[in-house]
């Protein structure tokens, strides 16, 4: 069945970086596009960042310049970089895996259909 995992939260001050990873079992890693979402207390789960089977990188207002996605095939790996955290970066990060092959396709989280557990990270200021 398919997994994915998330690992690599934790606590930063505002300025510090942090790199998730998700770890995929289960499936062809490279038939889909693989995003990474967040949500933060009280608010709606938003995505951040977006990677297809082409290996072409969305990236949502609030974290470009800041963010970088990048997907390892070998190892069946996405991670999210996160550079320049601001305490608003604050929030349960989740990898998630699309129905579909392209981002452009893949915005709201009913367009993807395997979730991980979340990891969380906390800016503080």
């Known amino acids: 069945q398919v997994q994915l995992v998330e690992s690599g939260g934790g606590s930063v001050q505002a300025g510090g970086s942090l790199r998730l990873s998700c770890a995929a079992s289960?499936?062809?890693?490279?038939?889909?596009?693989m995003a990474w979402f967040r949500r933060a207390p009280g608010k709606e789960r938003e995505r951040v960042a977006a990677?297809?089977?082409?290996?072409?990188?969305e990236y949502d207002e609030p974290v470009k310049g800041r963010f970088t996605i990048s997907r390892d095939s070998a190892a069946n790996i996405v991670y999210l970089q996160m550079d320049s955290l601001k305490p608003e970066d604050t929030a349960t990060y989740y990898c998630?895996?699309?129905?579909?092959?392209?981002?452009?396709?893949?915005?709201?989280?009913?367009?993807?259909?395997?979730w991980g557990q979340g990891t969380q990270v906390t800016v503080s200021s």
């Open positions: 998630a895996r699309s129905r579909y092959a392209l981002c452009s396709q893949s915005r709201r989280p009913e367009d993807f259909d395997y």
């Open positions: 990677i297809d089977i082409t290996d072409l990188m």
């Open positions: 289960g499936y062809i890693f490279s038939s889909a596009c």
